[in-house]
């Protein structure tokens, strides 16, 4: 279980910045973040499928007699811990891609907005998803997948398939003078490899204070994450682990919802507070 627990991070400190440099010189028709989200959220969804239906493709593929009889945990356990790994990849240019292209299309004045509703967003969908996985699915919508883990793998497709479409189909992506200028100037592999290791201590001070406080909180979340999944699995009481892990979720959604909204209020006070000086300023001079 640590093992694939790490596929998240390693993806994320690997891929996602990867994948931002590679749509940052696409040029799709379709724009530079859509065809990664898109492509992100096909793979994320046959990866979902595929986890929840892993012990019926073991089976199939069981009754050609390829497999020998003693091997069917086995082999099911690898193929879920392969189908997990794709979609750990397949998130990084879903999650790249809309947070991309929130700062492309928001006008500056409304980004901490966006972001403080994104976050809002993300935090109901969590508790939303504790509290799905804490009914009985299977008594309600058995013919979606029988067991609770596929219902629960079909219902997160069909969100995930409907948001992506409805965010691809009505945000607008312009293409900027940058992109034209630099159709001729496209990095290979190995570069885009060599600027990602070398990138860290050319960004500024303050952007780098940024990342190590990402990294460092992110050291503090994963075991919490890794431990709190282990409990709800060992725990008899899986109703209480349940609760407690939905009232973690709701508390870390409605305080960060909070603090961002804070954050929103202080910053356009704040530009206020610097249009109000540059008037009076020019009204001195």
């Known amino acids: 279980m640590a093992l694939t627990w790490v596929a998240g991070p390693i993806c994320g400190a690997t891929l996602q910045p990867y994948f931002g440099i590679c749509s940052e010189q696409c040029r799709s028709r379709w724009g530079r973040r859509r065809p990664f989200i898109l492509w992100g959220g096909l793979i994320a969804i046959v990866s979902l499928l595929g986890l929840a239906w892993a012990e019926g493709i073991t089976a199939a593929v069981w009754k050609l007699g390829i497999l020998p009889e003693h091997s069917f ?17 397949a998130i990084q240019p879903i999650q790249g891609g809309l947070r991309a292209l929130v700062v492309d299309v928001c006008p500056r004045e409304q980004l901490e907005l966006a972001n403080a509703w994104v976050g809002r967003l993300t935090s109901i969908s969590n508790v939303l998803s504790y509290l799905a996985a804490f009914e009985d699915l299977s008594r309600w919508i058995p013919w979606l997948g029988g067991s609770q883990f596929r219902i629960l793998c079909v219902l997160t497709s069909i969100t995930l398939i409907l948001s992506l479409m409805l965010t691809c189909l009505t945000v607008r992506e312009e293409r900027l003078r ?9 990095e290979t592999v190995a570069e885009r490899l060599w600027y990602l290791c070398t990138a860290f201590p050319r960004l500024p001070r303050q952007v780098r204070r940024v990342c190590l406080v990402q ?4 050291m503090g979340w994963f075991p919490f994450l890794y431990y709190i999944t282990l409990y ?6 899986t109703g209480s682990s349940l609760i407690s892990s939905f009232a973690g979720t709701l508390e870390t959604s409605v305080s960060l919802s909070w603090f961002r909204e804070c954050y929103a209020k202080q910053a356009k ?14 009204r001195v001079v």
């Open 73 to 89: 945990v086995q082999i099911t356990a690898l193929i879920a811990v392969f189908f997990i790994f794709t979609l750990n990849v």
């Open 269 to 282: 006070q704040a530009q206020i507070s610097n249009a109000h000086m540059v008037q009076v300023t020019r």
């Open 178 to 186: 940058s992109d034209i200028e630099a159709d001729k100037e496209r």
């Open 232 to 237: 709800g699995f060992l725990s008899t009481r």
């Open 215 to 218: 990294f460092f909180s992110w």
